[in-house]
Nanobody
Framework: QVQLVESGGGLVQAGGSLSVSCAASGSIFRIDAMGWVRQAPGKQRELVATITRAGSTHYADAVKGRFTISRDNTKKTVYLQMNSLNPEDTAVYYC??????????????WGQGTQVTVSS
């Protein structure tokens, strides 16, 4: 069984920085792409950033230049460093990972979500 556990997040003032991380555990053979999405109150879930196993990244226009996604394959962990935060970044942030298990079929897994709140 695969689990993604997020940590970090919290409350920060506008202009500040925050980081979140997401560690995968379980019967994992390999993790391919990993990423972050977010969901603000009353809004649809939206992509924030993705990173391939080789380290190629993609960002939503709304966070480009302010957020940085990275990963540590040995730790099976993905990170999101968020700088220059503004109230529009307030949301629950979810990590995801395309996991190839030791046995069975690969699938995308999700973290439980972590709240990021930016005060003005």
């Amino acid at each position: 069984q695969v689990q993604l556990v997020e940590s970090g997040g919290g409350l920060v003032q506008a202009g500040g920085s925050l980081s979140v991380s997401c560690a995968a555990s379980g019967s994992i053979f390999r993790i391919d792409a990993m990423g972050w999405v977010r969901q603000a109150p009353g809004k649809q879930r939206e992509l924030v950033a993705t990173i391939t196993r080789a380290g190629s990244t993609h960002y939503a226009d709304a966070v480009k230049g302010r957020f940085t996604i990275s990963r540590d394959n040995t730790k099976k962990t993905v990170y999101l460093q968020m700088n220059s935060l503004n109230p529009e970044d307030t949301a629950v942030y979810y990590c995801n990972a395309n996991v190839v298990p030791v046995s069975g079929v690969g699938a995308m897994h999700w973290g439980q979500g972590t709240q990021v709140t930016v005060s003005s």
